[in-house]
């Protein structure tokens, strides 16, 4: 394969990689526009469950039962 030719099929993949994902984006809704309950529901339940300072960190935030953190622990600990 001479070099012109692999950079012409190079080019041609990264145009169709682009393309694909530009036509992916426009496809998106714009933000703010979620019409559903979720956003309301988390702030009125995962704030005052936690007692975090934002749903952000909330979300990120997942306790674990003391049994399964122990078998967390163990597994971690035998490998």
Request: proline residues 9%.
């Amino acid at each position: 394969m001479t070099p012109s030719l692999r950079r012409w099929v190079f080019l041609a993949g990264i145009g169709g990689l682009v393309a694909f994902y530009l036509w992916g984006l426009l496809g998106l809704p714009g933000f703010g526009s979620y019409p559903g309950p979720y956003g309301f529901v988390l702030n009125r339940i995962a704030v005052s469950q936690t007692k975090a300072t934002g749903v952000v960190s909330d979300l990120g935030y997942v306790p674990l039962p003391p049994e399964a953190a122990g078998q967390v622990l163990a597994s971690l600990r035998h490998e």
